[in-house]
């Protein structure tokens, strides 16, 4: 952190007011690597001290700070003539859109969300530092201000009486039309039709004399249906005697194609493109909020195919996610056909289905006058799912099983109707499936199946049912196999093999995860204990933890206590929590977590890029590796959405020297992809399936192992 840096040199003074200290450490950091002066205070007062005395170029202000937050600072520093013209950018969390617009009108010229996503910020003061010497220039002379115009890297354009009278190169080239249309033609033209209105009330705001409202975003519609995102921020200047707006605009088009695909990855399940769980809910309370207010019925449909394990286990994942692709676009086309939904059912069906993962989806069903036609739609989607379905060559056939619940007769939350729904289709399930059924009161409590379930599971733990199968990690650029992780499985005399995804919620359920988590740690150590006898070289031992174990910070005395037994090396073992237990973790689970990585274990994130985590989060933990998530890797090559996803998570990891672990690789493009952009291992059926212990050695032996020390 600079705090005594010469300032001889003005250029590039930057001065940082932020309480995080962590935050405004890292901040610090970088804006020095980038060859900015930096000063940093903690609060609003000394934010104003510093500015008077060092003047610098600009300011990035936090908004809640003690002593003195920083609105109150950025007036004091507008209303003093020596510091007025000081730009000040503001930082916040999306949430805090009240203090953005009082920081606007407090004097702030830009705000960038927390936390900091460095490019963006740095790019933010740099189109600052920008704007910041254009404004200079405009106060020295006419001919200084047009040579700057001309070159500056934003679009700055000024329009009078609707028409654009001037623009410099970026913005000619960022509106891509010949000159002589853009000076013969309102510029609102341009303006994508749905934003136009908005930019009409924001540019009359500007011509009555009010301060700007915070700087906005809109589209531009270019030639050839060519539509860009762009921020703007425009003033009131005196344009050759008469009022005009002049506009610096900043091309947004890359930032708001991220955001939408991180909004996709909150809201929506990435294999069938359906909203998620959290997506559907908030439909739902907004859907309760209606029916409340009209006093209708809504109906919530809990669906769940039948043995669908058993497609994925005859035809593998791959025909299995075609298949729940291909029930999802059927069950929307069911809801288009229904007569019961509201009459804006192009709009609201592609939220009324939702997919919560595994082989089950969840409808709801609005403005219900008669429940017959509930059942109409239920016996509709038995009758659709059950149609045979043509993939990649294959004939498939599948049922489901629905569970039924009515607002407000069975519960009047989200949370209530989605639950019941569930009970329901259990009963369904129970009396022979491919059927439906109403939640009843007599349905409370846990499904006889699902005691069953438990029951069976507490015995194969004990009978010695479970077994470990495991899947070789290869490093990319040796070709040469570098671990090992272990899967458990359940092989159930009625439902044949039981994966994690199904094991995992039964253990919870019944009080069984933490001996059966010791089961699988100790049975996964031991078997690289023999592995090593055998002759085999060592290798890494991956192995997944269950989060609910680690929030109780249970597994804190469970792993050092098996490595003890077992004698097996710390070094060797690597523990994956998935990323969304990592965000959730608080200051004595992050404890834990530094303790286990100072007794030599390695730690990976599992499942990345489903979480919505940040370069932030992972910088505050001890990590080794992240593990893209196979969601995003059986769509690359061709994807391009999913090409930029894994390009910077790769680059991301590496940046922050973690080692980075593709899940789910099946094809050689897949694999020249990852290594073209520098990833470090595999792991997928390309290479190899799960297998049992006694087929790893005859493996390891063909394929040579690589030193993992």
């Not at 006419?142 to 410099?168: M, P, S």
């Not at 769509?635 to 090409?643: L, T, V, Y």
């Amino acid at each position: 952190m600079s705090k005594g840096s010469d300032m001889s040199n003005r250029s590039n003074v930057v001065l940082i007011a932020e309480d995080d200290g962590e935050l405004r450490e890292l901040v610090c950091t970088e804006l020095e690597s980038e060859g900015f002066q930096v000063v940093s205070v903690t609060n609003g007062e000394e934010a104003i001290s510093k500015t008077r005395s060092l003047k610098p170029d600009v300011i990035v202000m936090d908004l809640n700070m003690p002593v003195m937050n920083g609105i109150e600072a950025i007036k004091k520093l507008k209303t003093d003539h020596a510091t007025s013209h000081i730009p000040i950018v503001v930082g916040t969390v999306v949430e805090e859109k009240e203090d953005i617009v009082k920081s606007f009108e407090a004097g702030a010229i830009a705000y960038i969300t927390k936390p900091y996503f460095m490019p963006e910020l740095m790019a933010k003061i740099n189109s600052v530092l920008q704007s910041k010497k254009l404004y200079d220039k405009l106060i020295l002379s006419e001919e200084k201000y047009r040579l700057l115009v001309e070159n500056a890297n934003e679009a700055i354009l000024v329009i009078q009486d609707g028409i654009l009278t001037f623009f410099n190169p970026t913005a000619l080239e960022l509106l891509d039309y010949p000159q002589s249309e853009l000076t013969s033609n309102p510029f609102i033209e341009f303006v994508h039709a749905e934003d136009r209105e908005e930019v009409l009330e924001y540019h009359a705001r500007i011509l009555s004399g009010k301060r700007a409202c915070p700087a906005y975003s809109f589209r531009i519609a270019s030639r050839n249906d060519n539509v860009k995102w762009v921020e703007a921020k425009g003033v009131l200047i005196d344009w050759d005697g008469k009022p005009a707006t002049l506009h610096f605009i900043a091309d947004i088009t890359a930032r708001k194609r991220t955001e939408e695909e991180m909004r996709f990855l909150a809201f929506y399940d990435c294999l069938t493109g359906l909203p998620n769980r959290l997506m559907f809910n908030e439909h739902m309370n907004q859907a309760l909020a209606y029916a409340k207010r009209t006093k209708s019925q809504l109906a919530t449909l809990f669906l769940d195919l039948d043995y669908f394990k058993r497609v994925n286990d005859t035809y593998g994942h791959h025909l299995g996610d075609m298949l729940l692709r291909a029930v999802g676009e059927r069950l929307i086309r069911i809801l288009r056909k229904s007569d019961i939904i509201a009459r804006n059912v192009e709009d609201i069906c592609s939220t009324n289905v939702a997919r919560f993962g595994g082989d089950e989806f969840v409808l709801l069903l609005t403005n219900i006058q008669d429940v017959q036609d509930v059942s109409k739609v239920a016996r509709r989607i038995l009758y659709t799912i059950s149609d045979a379905f043509m993939l990649d060559g294959h004939e498939l056939s599948v049922t489901t099983s629905i569970g039924i619940s009515l607002y407000p007769a069975d519960g009047e939350e989200p949370e209530t109707l989605i639950k019941h729904a569930d009970k329901a289709m259990y009963h369904a399930k129970n009396l022979g499936r491919n059927n439906y059924q109403f939640f009843a009161d007599s349905l409370e409590g846990t499904t006889p199946e699902r005691v069953t379930l438990r029951g069976d599971l507490r015995t194969a733990l004990e009978g010695e049912e479970l077994s470990l199968y495991y899947q070789p990690q290869l490093a990319i650029a040796s070709k040469t196999i570098i671990g090992l992780e272990a899967l458990i499985r359940w092989q159930h005399v009625d439902m044949g093999v039981v994966t994690p995804a199904d094991i995992i919620p039964l253990a919870e359920e019944s009080g069984l995860m933490e001996p059966i988590s010791e089961w699988v740690l100790r049975t996964a150590c031991l078997q690289h204990l023999a592995w090593q006898k055998a002759g085999l070289p060592s290798m890494r031992m991956a192995v997944n933890v269950s989060n609910l174990l680690f929030k109780q910070q249970k597994l804190v005395r469970l792993i050092p206590r098996v490595l003890d037994d077992t004698g097996m090396d710390p070094s060797f073992l690597e523990i994956e929590l998935t990323e969304s237990s990592l965000l959730q973790i608080g200051k004595s689970t992050k404890a834990a977590l530094q303790y286990l990585k100072e007794t030599g274990v390695r730690i990976a994130v599992d499942d990345f890029g489903t979480g919505y985590s940040s370069l932030y989060h992972l910088k505050n933990y001890t990590l080794d590796a992240l593990k893209i998530d196979r969601s995003f890797i059986k769509d690359i090559p061709g994807n391009a959405d999913s090409e930029i996803i894994v390009s910077a998570i790769i680059a991301m990891a590496h940046s922050l020297k973690l080692e980075v672990i593709a899940v789910g690789v099946e094809t050689e493009k897949q694999l020249e992809f990852l290594e073209e952009r520098g990833c470090d291992m595999i792991q997928g059926y390309l290479f190899s399936p799960p297998l049992p212990s006694y087929d790893i050695i005859p493996l390891i032996q063909e394929e040579g192992v690589e030193a993992t020390m």
